[in-house]
């Protein structure tokens, strides 16, 4: 094996301009927000010496300055998720981004499909990106070539779209332990990805219809994961943005207490019961068919509740508000709220966050505004935007976290996800609430926002009547209902009838050129049959 030819001194020399290069760069308008819990001179050790540059970054900091402007002019972005890189083409037309949901990915990206558990294979998303950023690439190079072969003048008639739309991609929970998640790290940015989200939700705890809320995972294990993300993000060297997702809001467990800083939040059993995975355990070997009635009345049997609450519940006003007085406002351990509980109220304060836990382990968790306002400040200086999952909007609380937040950090910027059975009128949202609903948040800085499933609800609802009509009327009805539609515009819909979208000429320009004849130079964009031989 050859020995490296540079001298110690060298690689001296090098490493300490490495760390002086990430200072620079840390302290740029770009970076400068971000907080990190590690030193330049550690990523400098962490980093090889083959420097590479992504395309990444130029999508990070294209993505960057569009999202600031909408924040500046308080206007948004209006995007939809998409795996399908003919899709993708199109919404270049209308969308500043493109989505790559993780939800979509697997029900059509997978061998095997299934719903949204994040169980599909780490480099799912990012292969997804990496093929549509691939065919947004060949889009912009076979425009170009067609508009090449055009006088200066033609030029200002024809099509010129920014197929070079910044992708925002799901990065679900990570994947695994921090490792994984660094390894999905970087694969998102050797992919081209513009910006990616992680979330705090428990790997293999989603649930959909058996009456139960999320699980999350403690404050320490989100931030751990946002700070691998950004980790691995700063050894690439790549501008890459991160979106912090929080999926506190309708939350019901959380898979540990190892954190004083979601003790206040823990709920318990303030009655001496039967633990609830022993009373299940029991009604099924009885034959009890409807377990999740039994669980509704172990609960009220319960009386379930956080600890705060439980003393608030024996304790007189006075005690009350010594108790809240002698715990103050700093984070306060589960033990600790214990103390002060016995040195302010008269009455002993039974509570137990055992009693409740899941077959599983989880613990009860009481999802509130406080609690992720709290999450999200946290995770705010590891990333660039912010998300709180409240897909099932309430006015009010939506106005309360993004109120909370920007009165931290009032340039920040924010996301907000629509989903498809959501049921706006019932909530009692007006037409005009509704109409008003994407720039009523852009009024809060909320720039980015996301319908994450409509190449699931909207394809199928197309499919479903193009299919309807093909079997009915066949090629008559085609020719009815989208060839003559999508010819009779002016330029003609895109599609394989249509050489300058199909990538015609850019295929034939490649034989031409192996073929040495001259590209271009015929009048009115006709290739040259002029022969160099």
Not at 17 to 46: C, F, G, M, N, V
Not at 203 to 217: A, E, L, M
Request: some cysteine; glycine content about 6%; proline content about 4%.
């Amino acid at each position: 094996m050859v020995k490296s030819a540079e001298t110690i001194d060298a690689e001296q020399a090098r490493f300490d301009a490495t760390i002086k290069e990430i200072e620079d760069w840390w302290a740029t308008p770009r970076q400068s927000h971000i907080r990190r819990p590690y030193s330049a001179k550690r990523i400098a050790s962490l980093r090889g010496p083959l420097r590479q540059s992504y395309a990444s970054s130029d999508m990070a900091l294209k993505l960057w300055k569009q999202l600031n402007e909408h924040r500046v002019h308080g206007t948004h972005e209006m995007t939809f998720g998409v795996t399908d890189p003919i899709i993708a083409s199109q919404m270049a037309k209308f969308q500043q981004t493109l989505y790559v949901s993780g939800a979509l990915c697997g029900f059509s990206e997978v061998s095997e499909p299934g719903m949204d558990c994040c169980d599909y294979p780490l480099d799912t998303v990012p292969k997804v990106v990496d093929k549509i950023q691939k065919s947004q690439i060949w889009h912009s190079q076979r425009q170009s070539h067609y508009r090449m072969l055009q006088s200066k003048e033609a030029r200002a008639n024809l099509e010129n779209w920014d197929y070079l739309t910044p992708i925002v991609a799901d990065g679900d929970m990570g994947f695994g332990g921090l490792t994984s998640t660094i390894k999905m790290t970087k694969l998102f940015v050797e992919a081209g990805v513009a910006m990616f989200h992680l979330d705090d939700l428990a790997i293999g705890k989603k649930k959909f219809t058996v009456g139960q809320g999320r699980t999350i995972v403690p404050t320490s294990e989100y931030l751990d994961r946002l700070t691998s993300a950004r980790l691995q993000i700063d050894i690439m060297g790549a501008e890459t943005m991160l979106l912090c997702r929080c999926d506190t809001d309708h939350s019901e467990f959380i898979t540990d207490i190892i954190d004083p800083r979601d003790h206040k939040y823990v709920q318990g059993a303030t009655v001496q019961v039967k633990p609830l995975r022993e009373t299940l355990k029991e009604a099924a070997e009885e034959g009890n068919a409807n377990l999740l009635n039994k669980r509704k009345e172990w609960i009220a049997s319960a009386k379930l509740c956080t600890y705060d609450e439980a003393v608030k519940a024996v304790a007189s006003e006075p005690e009350y508000a010594a108790y809240i007085e002698k715990v103050g406002t700093g984070i306060k351990s589960l033990k600790e709220r214990r103390t002060a509980a016995e040195k302010t109220v008269s009455k002993e304060v039974f509570f137990c966050w055992d009693l409740p836990r899941s077959r599983e382990g989880q613990y009860f968790f009481k999802s509130c505004i406080e609690a992720i306002v709290e999450r999200a400040l946290l995770a705010a200086p590891l990333g660039d935007v912010t998300w709180a999952r409240m897909d099932t909007p309430n006015w009010a609380d939506l106005v309360s976290f993004h109120t909370a937040v920007r009165k931290v950090h009032p340039e920040r910027l924010f996301a907000f996800g629509y989903t498809g059975d959501y049921d706006y009128p019932k909530a009692g949202f007006s037409g005009e609430a509704i109409k008003s609903f994407p720039s009523d948040l852009a009024n809060m800085g909320v720039v980015w926002q996301v319908q994450p499933i409509w190449a699931l609800q909207g394809l199928n609802f197309q499919t479903e009547k193009f299919a309807k009509l093909w079997r009915e009327r066949g090629i008559e009805g085609y020719i009815e209902k989208v060839q003559k539609p999508a010819l009779a515009v002016n330029p003609i819909t895109d599609g394989f009838e249509k050489p300058s979208y199909s990538g015609s000429y850019l295929c034939d320009a490649f034989w031409d050129t192996v073929a040495v004849r001259d590209v271009g130079e015929g009048e009115g964009g006709k290739i040259s049959e002029k022969r160099i031989r």
